[in-house]
T-cell receptor, first 114, second 115 residues
Framework: DGGITQSPKYLFRKEGQNVTLSCEQN?????MYWYRQDPGQGLRLIYY???????QKGDIAEGYSVSREKKESFPLTVTSAQKNPTAFYLC?????????????FGPGTRLTVT | KQEVTQIPAALSVPEGENLVLNCSFT??????LQWFRQDPGKGLTSLLL?????REQTSGRLNASLDKSSGRSTLYIAASQPGDSATYLC??????????????FGKGTKLSVKP
């Protein structure tokens, strides 16, 4: 089955620790995205990557880092510098270049930092 | 700065009713508009995508329209069913170089369809 997988589904960390969220896709999409969702809020873009070895900051990149070493994978690290890391994190992918850029989402990772 | 607003924030209807969800955006320079469905604690499911040059898209009981000049989109759901209960999110993408995939989301409309 083609799709996007995110692991783990739930993640618990102590304040001050870095944590890495996994995102893998087998849709052969060029572009991948990370969003954050808080209760009662719309999704907000953290980072995006349109091609391997290149990525750009989104609207709320502070306290986060990413890498894109493979087309299929776009891990997100939540660093200790992120002031309010507890949230629901969603990864998405799409074709890039010309086209519709229709985005497909993974099931999400709920991160709780105490 | 693009802002996306969805009205109402919550809606409760009896089964079988036709309903309309509204989405408005402040900057008409969009590349496309997507409607998504989100079940509690889950990821997003893409329902419909409308390119900026299109006026509407249909999928089954769903019909989405786009009026780019007035900054509005509607999602029409015909003959609603309890299984349609979910939060519906509207998102627009920016229309400038390299950012066509970057979506700006509304806060969603939480729909409850009562049997």
């Amino acid at each position: 089955d083609g799709g996007i997988t995110q692991s783990p589904k739930y993640l618990f960390r102590k304040e001050g620790q870095n944590v890495t969220l996994s995102c893998e896709q087998n849709l052969n999409h060029d572009a991948m995205y990370w969003y954050r969702q808080d209760p009662g809020q719309g999704l907000r873009l953290i980072y995006y990557s349109q091609i391997v070895n290149d990525f750009q900051k989104g609207d709320i990149a502070e306290g986060y880092s990413v890498s894109r070493e493979k087309k299929e994978s776009f891990p997100l690290t939540v660093t200790s510098a992120q002031k309010n890391p507890t949230a629901f994190y969603l990864c998405a992918s799409s074709y890039s270049g010309t086209g519709t850029y229709e985005q497909y989402f993974g099931p999400g990772t709920r991160l709780t930092v105490t | 700065k693009q802002e996306v607003t969805q009205i109402p924030a919550a809606l409760s209807v009896p089964e079988g009713e036709n309903l309309v969800l509204n989405c408005s955006f402040t900057d008409s320079a969009i590349y496309n508009l997507q409607w998504f469905r989100q079940d509690p604690g889950k990821g997003l499911t893409s329902l419909l995508l409308i390119q900026s040059s299109q006026r509407e898209q249909t999928s089954g009981r769903l019909n989405a329209s786009l009026d780019k000049s007035s900054g509005r989109s509607t999602l029409y759901i015909a003959a609603s069913q309890p299984g349609d209960s979910a939060t519906y999110l509207c998102a627009v993408s920016r229309d400038y170089g390299g950012s066509q995939g970057n979506l700006i989301f509304g806060k969603g409309t939480k729909l409850s369809v009562k049997p």
